[in-house]
């Protein structure tokens, strides 16, 4: 009796836990599609600013001298931006995340790389590790705000401006489709041609990738005063766009693993009572035969 108590506790703990991953799974589904409809809104807007950036820079054939578009080989350092979440149960979306980081640092080892991490999951794994973090971010949820984001990219900026910082890299987890999220390093300064193929690689829509073909600009005011509002508008653009698409990978990782977490507790449930119903089914038995073995004692 005692092991069909057990037997019957233990379906019932495994059956609260069913409840709270299937209301879990319904919670990252809806959050999904909030985060869907914010990450695929701004991407023809990033994508097109990009590349109006990069045709007003070859338009005007190498006469725009402006410090988000030059190197800095001089610079003492690099910076790398790691994008994690705050809270966990999202499967190995945190983990993929942090070993593209990993790796980054490491092929970079040649050179100081300062280390700045959004999310507490990251941060916790880098003092697991014993590697310093420069700065730590975690007033950043998975509905992220260009308000938020705007004054790192105005840091990072200003800092590459005066010559502090070589490379500024992101590395975040780009989302492709529902079913495939890719963890990425982005080089987002300096701007060049790559940001270019990079902004298509992300956010190219369909519809856009059809205009195919040079243009010819007609500039007023000139290129240098267009570039020095357009260059900083996409650096941030770029960097919120990364910051999205994190939170949205999140969502999806988070909702896969909740299903996942779901259905094996589904199918616990269903060996539990298997379990329960044969060790039923020998105590009944035993019953029995200790009720026939006293009646004929009795005889």
């Given amino acids: 009796m005692a092991k069909a108590r057990q037997i019957v506790k233990r379906r019932k703990a495994v059956t609260n ?45 190498g006469q725009i001298d402006h410090p988000l578009l030059r190197e800095n080989p001089d610079a003492p350092s690099d910076l790398l931006l790691v994008l994690t979440s705050n809270r966990g149960l999202c499967g190995g979306y945190n983990a993929s995340v942090l070993r593209t980081a990993l790796a980054h640092l490491e092929s970079h080892a040649d050179r100081p790389t300062e280390l700045h991490v959004v999310g507490k999951k990251g941060n916790a794994y880098f003092r697991f590790i014993r590697r310093a973090v420069d700065r730590a971010i975690t007033n950043i949820d998975d509905r992220p705000r260009f308000d938020q984001v705007e004054p790192i990219a105005s840091e990072l900026m200003k800092r590459y401006e005066a010559g502090a910082l070589r490379h500024v890299s ?97 199918e616990m449930i269903k060996l539990l009572s298997r379990q329960f119903n ?13 009720i026939v073995g006293c009646a004929e004692a009795l005889k």
């Fill in 17 to 61: 836990i069913r409840k709270i991953t299937k209301t879990m799974q319904l919670i990252a589904t809806a959050r999904y599609q909030q985060a869907f409809q914010r990450a695929t809104a701004t991407k023809p807007y990033t994508c097109k600013i990009t590349q109006l950036v990069e045709e007003l820079s070859a338009a005007a054939q």
């Fill in 278 to 290: 044969r060790a039923r089914q020998s105590q009944i038995t035993m019953e029995l035969l200790d």
């Fill in 170 to 266: 992101v590395v975040y987890m780009r989302f492709v489709s529902a079913g495939r999220q890719v963890p990425e390093v982005m080089r987002l300064l300096p701007l060049s041609g790559e940001t270019t193929q990079a902004a298509e690689k992300t956010a190219t829509p369909p519809a856009a990738a059809a205009g195919v073909g040079t243009v010819q600009y007609d500039f007023s005011p000139e290129p240098e005063q267009l570039l020095k509002v357009l260059l900083p508008q996409t650096v941030k653009v770029r960097l919120y766009q990364s910051f999205t698409d994190a939170a949205l990978s999140e969502q999806v990782a988070r909702m896969v693993a909740m299903k996942a977490a779901t259905d094996a507790a589904g």
